[in-house]
Nanobody, 124 residues
Framework: QVRLDESGGDSVQIGESLRLSCTAS????????VAWYRRQPGNECELVSS???????DYTDSVKGRFTISQDNARNTVYLRMNSLKPEDTAIYYC??????????????????WGKGTLVTVSS
């Protein structure tokens, strides 16, 4: 069965860190481009970070210097390390995967595969 599962979301305080995991079943995650998205209540989907098949990474401006995306092919997992968390990082975080032959879409539900999300809450 093909699926993606996110985990690692939690309730934390300002300045703390979390590591989100995105684990694939039924396909090889390293053969796809992978992206993390987030959605805040009432807001549009936001592309947070991506990692290509070649290992190139990208980040939205608001998380540059704080978030790091990485991949562990042995575990078929992509991580999102989030440091110095802020209240505006509060959202449901989704990972998605796609073939590398097309651009990264604006929302996880337009990827080839996506998970159900994991909730991150940052409070003061």
């Amino acid at each position: 069965q093909v699926r993606l599962d996110e985990s690692g979301g939690d309730s934390v305080q300002i300045g703390e860190s979390l590591r989100l995991s995105c684990t694939a079943s039924g396909f090889t995650l390293g053969e796809t481009d992978v992206a993390w998205y987030r959605r805040q209540p009432g807001n549009e989907c936001e592309l947070v970070s991506s990692i290509s098949v070649e290992g190139s990474t990208d980040y939205t401006d608001s998380v540059k210097g704080r978030f790091t995306i990485s991949q562990d092919n042995a575990r078929n997992t992509v991580y999102l390390r989030m440091n110095s968390l802020k209240p505006e990082d509060t959202a449901i975080y989704y990972c998605g995967a796609k073939d590398s032959d097309r651009p990264t879409p604006d929302c996880y539900n337009h990827m080839d595969y996506w998970g159900k999300g994991t909730l991150v809450t940052v409070s003061s």
